[in-house]
């Protein structure tokens, strides 16, 4: 009787979780929408909306939100930005000094 009782409740937490996901990346496309961004400034305003980093990271796979590094060594900086053809109002920056990195988060980088 245990494991039916669990079955419940675990369906509700992955739909809470889907849910969660489906609301970050909502949001993180409605941030991007304009262009381009600095990782560090999107994880600043996704804590400010409570948006967990793991959720977040989950809506960029999700969008297919590229990113990569611009300018050299320790200067440079992480960017996101969305897929080409998803709405983005001005193309995409140049990857400077990087290489373009593929649509999955790596945790090392911003």
Known sequence: MGLWAQAPAEAALAAETRSAIQEAAEWLQELLAEGPLPAKEIYRRAQEEVIRRR????AKERL??????????????WTWRLPSGAGVE???EPVLGGTQESPSVRSSSG
């Open 64 to 77: 297919g939100v590229c990113s990569g590094k611009v300018g050299g060594g320790r200067l440079g900086s």
């Open 55 to 58: 959720t977040l990271e989950r």
């Open 90 to 92: 001005s193309p995409p």
